[in-house]
């Protein structure tokens, strides 16, 4: 059922066309809503249509890391490979935009500037960078927590006369790398995925590195014909597994890179046989086996030695390997990281690798990057530098509340939200995977069924009941946040060694919150759901 006011531009306003907003927008128009969908991008897509570097895939399995919600649309998708490349998903959403006949309500190169809320006609006011004013009485972010791109402000780099890039911002088409000096600062998942390929296009690489790297083997592969077909036949049974697992996983192949450590295997009580044992047969993953160093950082600590000597095993010069085996943070403090070939690009001639601790960065000329022991020419720079997370694409707008507070003020000292579904001060709006849901723990399209899901019932809730008005209530907030903060003690995302872009450390004067509730999405979806049906505790409505 819509909310009927004529008067608006639309009932809801989408902000985003990647996966989220492509999904609420489906589900918000089948319940009768006018939607409006604004995405600043030239495509649909969101993350899939920016990150378009060189090696990007997904590190999820392909079934898992795609919508579950039309039976048919499952049928008649073919994933062809165990961890889907970047055009492929970007192929699959556009799929999805046109099958449902989305496109007719998404703005695309419409990026969405300011966002005011009318106290007056509880209606939201959206400036959009083309210079459009919008008007809804609902705004549903589906801005992504990986889409505000960081890079570093290096001394200089406006000086550079080379081409600068960014993984995540990386022009469609392409861009020629044969035979030039490119340089490429970053080596979380996305420079990770990129530097074997780049190796592999240009002339000479060379890699900025300021923090080692544990990444292990994705071991991606074709999917086989007969894997298709069985596939297929057990959607539906895998589909129900993601919907109630604690991170949207199937329990056949699961998503590996979360979850391969066997809760009883104790590294601390472990001969040095038996981790020599589990180097020869596991190889990088002989790190990633053990229950205790998820906890314990003694028993992380070795987990970690025996990466570093996989490290020395694969990489042939001893300086290189030393500078890429991790040494100050523990295994799993950060996301993991899947790759293709990583330590093996370095043995390459024409890779060189710069240990940004060892020789930092002095300033950027218009020749290349000076570091300590000097000039390292180029004619491409790349940052796969990552991103403004979690809060960054909200922030950066101008979006303001009750009493015209601004979002970024009031988050000066990191997000602050209820369960990520809306913030204390700012009525109306709802976001998808927000600060302090379960975040990027759950593999994003079944969760974002989900979360879409429970907010068309409390849209179509309110409308039902002619509500114009909802809002979080602080004290709910405050609860929640404490929650998610008694949630976290003890886990590695918050040990004080680990700068992640979870925790806010990836970005220099960035609050340091870890804005993810690690309590898991199935107990997450079990509360939304109790709030739900007590009349929609923690929001107070009119
Ligand atoms: P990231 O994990 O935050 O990595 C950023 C890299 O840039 C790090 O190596 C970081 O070094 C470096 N860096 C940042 N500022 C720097 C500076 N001033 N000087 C030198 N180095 C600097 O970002 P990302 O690689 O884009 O990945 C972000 C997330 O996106 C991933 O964790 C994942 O969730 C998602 N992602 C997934 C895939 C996939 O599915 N395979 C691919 C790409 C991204 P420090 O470690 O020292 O900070």
Known sequence: MGVNDVALDADVIVVGAG?????????????????????????????????????ARCDIPSFEYSFGFDPELEQEWEWSEQFSPQPEIERYLNHIADRYDLRRDIRLETGVAAMTFDEATDTWIIDTETGEQLSARFCVMGTGGLSAPHRPDWPGLDSFAGEILQSSLWPEGGVELEGRRVGIVGNGSSGVQAIPELAKMAGHLTVFQRTAAFTWPSQNRPLTDTEQVELKARYRELRAQQYASPLATANTTGAVIFTIADPDRRILEST??????????????????WGDAAKNLDANEMAVELFR??????????????????????????????????????????????????NPIVEVVPEGVITADGLNELDVLVFATGFDAVSGALTRIDLRGNDGRLLRDDWADGPRAFMGFGVAGYPNMFMIIGPGSVG???????????????????????????????????????????EVEAAAVGSMFTAPSCNSWYNGGNIEGKARVLPIYLGGLDRFMARARDLAANDYEGFSIR
């Open 19 to 55: 996966m989220s907003g492509l999904y609420a927008l489906k589900v918000l128009r089948e319940r009768g809503f006018r939607v409006i969908v604004l995405d600043r991008a030239a495509g649909v897509g969101g993350t899939w249509f920016w990150n378009r570097y060189p090696g």
């Open 309 to 358: 000597e996989m490290v020395r095993r694969t990489v042939e010069d001893p300086e290189v390997a030393d500078s890429l085996c991790p040494k100050d943070y523990p295994i799993g403090c950060k996301r993991p990281v899947l790759d293709n070939g990583y330590f093996e690009t370095f043995n390459r001639e024409n890779v060189t690798l710069v240990d940004l601790r060892k």
């Open 440 to 482: 990027v723990l759950a593999t994003y399209p079944p969760h974002i069924e989900l979360q879409v899901g429970w907010i068309a019932d409390f849209l179509d809730h309110l409308a039902a009941n002619g509500n114009t008005h909802v809002e979080v209530e602080p004290e709910a907030q405050e609860q929640w946040c404490a």
């Open 272 to 289: 040095p046989d038996e981790r020599e044992a589990a180097l020869t047969e596991h190889g990088f993953s002989a790190s990633r086996l």
